[in-house]
């Protein structure tokens, strides 16, 4: 018997948080020498002359950081299929050297599509925060979660 | 790379390919995505993927790698014929992001980038603003991922 989440078990309007996470400066350089290896994101001196203004992580760093996060906060408690992609990401404020991070994750609707029974839609606004609860990261997605009904003894 | 003022709407950049080898799908995954059709193949053959596939954030990841190698090459050129170089970037973020098929072991993902619409920032008219295109392709011609990103792009000096 599995405690996991199904897609009935979601309901707008719920707010939880996940993480915290301390984001190292070793960490920004690392995820940027691999996939993102610009100067902003790479050395602090080359990054104070750019529209940064000193060393902040790569955006899609802060995207994967939020995943990991909310990977382990719920969506492997949860049924997940995956999820067709992200409505929009907006890279508000640079995630600076040795930030500790959470994340706000706010279900904004459910829904059932007709055709497909096996699974539901839970579309969340995921905000990263940092300790002062500013808003560095938002990224909206509809989460693909398996449904209770139709999968009985999954 | 160029000026705001010298890139034309409808400019393609051809980005790059890469090969999504098993370990890194799997590394990459117990980084940032640990969920059992990433990480491991029984797991995802047993789930709706059928077979172990990346994570769609490694799909888009490896296009930023590959968009950055491919601006400095065209970066390189520019200097090499003696023409400056604009800077370009941070992005404000993106959009429209579809990962229409799953990224399985050893498919070869073809990116290309396309210029969709330019305009001079509001909040800072030193700077241009480009919205791009990004789309991944596999080898059997399916897309795999698309999205719109925004980023700053330096005008060229002088330019009222």
């Known amino acids: 018997m599995s405690a996991k989440r199904y897609w009935e078990d979601f309901k707008p309007g719920e707010v939880t948080i996940h993480g915290p ?54 969506v492997n408690h949860s049924h997940s299929m995956g999820a067709p992609g992200v409505d929009e990401v907006r890279w508000l404020k640079p995630l600076r050297p040795n930030t500790q991070v959470r994340v706000r994750a706010t279900v904004l609707e459910t829904r059932a599509p007709k055709s497909r029974p096996d699974f539901g839609f839970v579309k969340c606004l995921f905000e990263m925060l940092d300790e002062q609860d500013v808003v560095l990261t938002t990224l909206t997605s509809p989460l693909m979660i398996t449904r209770r009904e139709g999968n009985a003894g999954a | 790379m160029k000026y705001f003022e010298d890139i034309a709407v409808g400019e393609r950049i051809p980005v790059g390919r890469h090969t999504f080898k098993a370990d890194e799908i799997k590394t990459f995954a117990a980084r940032f995505d640990p969920q059992p059709f990433h990480l491991d193949e029984s797991a995802a053959e047993r789930s709706h993927f059928g077979a172990l596939c ?26 090499a014929r003696g023409e400056p170089v604009a800077a370009m970037g941070p992005a404000l973020g993106f959009r429209e992001l579809k990962w229409m098929k799953p990224v399985y072991v050893d498919d070869t993902i073809d990116y290309t980038s396309e210029i969709i619409a330019a305009r001079i920032s509001e909040s800072r008219p030193d700077v241009g603003l480009l919205s791009i295109r990004s789309i991944g392709i596999n080898q059997h011609g399916e897309p795999v991922i698309s999205f719109i990103s925004t980023t700053f792009v330096e005008r060229r000096p002088g330019t009222p």
């Open chain 1, 21 to 74: 996470r301390l984001v190292t400066r070793e960490e920004i350089i690392a995820f940027a020498a691999e996939f993102d290896p610009q100067p902003m994101h790479l050395d602090e001196v080359a990054a104070g002359a750019t529209i940064l203004g000193g060393l902040g992580a790569s955006g899609w760093h802060s995207c994967c950081l939020l995943m990991r996060i909310i990977a382990d906060g719920f």
């Open chain 2, 54 to 79: 990346a994570s769609g954030w490694h799909t888009a990841v490896v296009w930023m790698r590959l968009m950055v190698d491919a601006r400095r090459r065209m970066m390189d050129a520019a200097r």
